[in-house]
């Protein structure tokens, strides 16, 4: 069982609001990722992290913002959440070495009225 | 670009009988292969991984297979019960490639 958390695991907020989605793993993983998914369909990258200080954008376009203070924390960010950012969002870890493994949190699933 | 993709989106199999889930992958330099399992609500779950130096490798109850010469990935899942229904990705990364590039999905439904 992965030690991967997520909160909040549901969200519903209206147009215009910032909000932050949270992930924290106690698995002193270097490697982080954010993926978006929606219901039935495949997972995209949209951000990841080498470690700390180290962010960069993933393969698919967003609006999002993450940040990476800390090795166990890695933080998504909507400045201004719209109907479009309804999704679920998906955070992993994995360490460097031997392989690459990724583990996942429970999710959040993000609806913007 | 380079892609994974799956066969077939859906798969309904009788409770008890084996199951096996393909993939395919276009990228030649692929070194490592993992399948997950996404039940609904949840996050996907590791299941089990096998590199490229391998044709075989097995675990409980399933097995993956591996041929590289067709660049084609398997699941097969034996004596399937009501809790293998999900949604099962495989995933790849290439050698030096810090990410891994999933496939569609493919969703096993079992039959009571």
């Known amino acids: 069982e992965a030690d991967i958390y997520q909160t909040p695991r549901y969200l519903v907020i209206g147009t215009g609001k910032k909000i932050t989605l949270e992930c924290s793993q106690t698995?002193?993983?270097?490697?982080m990722y954010w993926y978006q998914q929606d219901p039935g369909m495949e997972l995209h990258l949209i951000h990841y992290?080498?470690?700390?200080?180290?962010?960069e954008k993933g393969d698919l376009s967003s609006e999002s913002t993450v940040s990476r203070i800390r090795t166990e924390h890695f933080p998504l960010t909507l400045e201004s959440a719209r109907p479009s950012h309804t999704s679920q969002y998906l955070c992993?870890?994995?360490?460097?070495?031997?392989?690459?493994?990724?583990?996942f949190g429970p999710g959040t699933r993000l609806t913007v009225l | 670009g380079e892609s994974v993709g799956l066969h077939l989106p859906t798969l309904s199999v009788q409770e008890g009988d084996n199951s096996i889930i393909n993939c395919a992958y276009s990228?030649?330099?692929?070194?490592?292969f993992i399948w997950y399992k996404q039940e609904s609500g949840k996050g996907p779950q590791f299941i089990i991984d096998i590199r490229s130096n391998m044709d075989k490798r097995q675990g409980q109850r399933v097995t993956v297979l591996l041929n590289k010469t067709v660049k084609h990935l398997s699941l097969q899942i034996a004596a399937t019960q009501p809790g293998d229904s999900a949604v099962y990705f495989c995933?790849?990364?290439?050698?030096?490639?810090?990410?891994?590039?999933f496939g569609t999905g493919t969703r096993l439904t079992i039959i009571p």
């Open positions: 990228n030649s330099a692929s070194d490592y």
């Open positions: 698995m002193g993983h270097d490697k």
């Open positions: 992993a870890s994995s360490e460097r070495v031997p392989t690459d493994t990724q583990y």
């Open positions: 995933a790849e990364n290439g050698f030096g490639n810090e990410k891994l590039t």
């Open positions: 992290s080498y470690g700390v200080n180290s962010t």
